[in-house]
């Protein structure tokens, strides 16, 4: 019995810590150690995080997600300071369902950001709370048509827009509204397999196997 629910709380645990990594653009810090932390998982921008350019008519911010079902905030924020007063959403709320990769590679900023800096923020309402993680870009015109290898859905990886109150209220009381983006594009869905969430699927197969024969075993 004593094994039995370390087993469990070992899995708990796994599966608690693990929440999203984002790949694209160039996050702040890889860490998801303080990913509950807002504005941006604990890290701060300094001197050392990298610049990514962003194309404001359409661009990927891509993300590998340990939680099967969360809903996703796409944040553009002008200015080298999270907490500034413009933002806007860059897509509409989606909710992303399957572990994995996941790419919105549609993602646009206001034109009028162009030449500025800024901050890509994704916020996901998760089943362990808010999680959050930004990457430091500067705004440059058109659609990026050279994708990054990291915009990929994972075998599975589905999405649908989504409402949320809580991701919402992030963009407070302020007179700033957010951007009625005019993207009628759907979340990206063509679940194209890749390795690296086949691993990581195994990878979760296999603990979960070893601790099912073991519970067997008890
Ligand atoms: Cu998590």
Known sequence: ??????ILSLLTVSVANA???LRYPEPFGKSAAKQDQGPCGGYTLDSNTPVTQFHVDGDAVAYASSHP??????????GNSPDGPNSYKGFPIVEQYGSGDFCEPRVTAPKSLVGKQGIVQVVQNAVDGMLYACAYVRFVN?????LPDTCKNGTGVDAGFAEDASLEAIFGSSTDTP??????SAPTATNTPSSGSLKSFSMVG????????????L
């Open 1 to 6: 019995m004593f094994a039995k629910s370390i």
């Open 19 to 21: 929440h999203f990594t």
């Open 69 to 78: 079902e969360v809903k996703v905030l796409f944040r553009i924020i002008e």
């Open 142 to 146: 058109g659609v990026n048509s050279n």
């Open 179 to 184: 951007s009625t983006s005019e993207t009628t």
């Open 206 to 217: 296999g603990v979960v196997g070893i601790a099912i024969a073991l519970l067997g075993g």
